[in-house]
């Protein structure tokens, strides 16, 4: 039976330097990441998904990317569906 809570993390992006414009290119388009700002090095996103795990295999997605230094989780929070309540 799949999870229904639906799950949010923010999470801080380090980019290294020159890589900046291939990173938020590359963050825009995985489902469930938004960008919400950032600085000249970090960039501030959430994640979006059904899991803990699919949150998990994001963010380990993230840190794979090439440009990213460190991609770390912030804050996770969890909540039933609307169609569970």
Do not use: C, K, Y
């Amino acid at each position: 039976m799949p999870d229904a809570r639906w799950h949010v993390s923010s999470a801080v992006v380090s980019v290294a330097q020159g890589a900046m414009g291939a990173v938020r290119e590359g963050l825009t388009a995985l489902e469930g990441v938004e960008l919400h700002g950032g600085d000249d090095t970090r960039l501030v996103i959430t994640i979006e998904g059904t899991s803990t795990g699919e949150l998990g295999d994001r963010l380990t997605e993230i840190n794979l990317m090439q440009g990213v230094l460190v991609a770390n989780m912030v804050f996770e929070h969890a909540e039933e569906t609307e169609e569970d309540r």
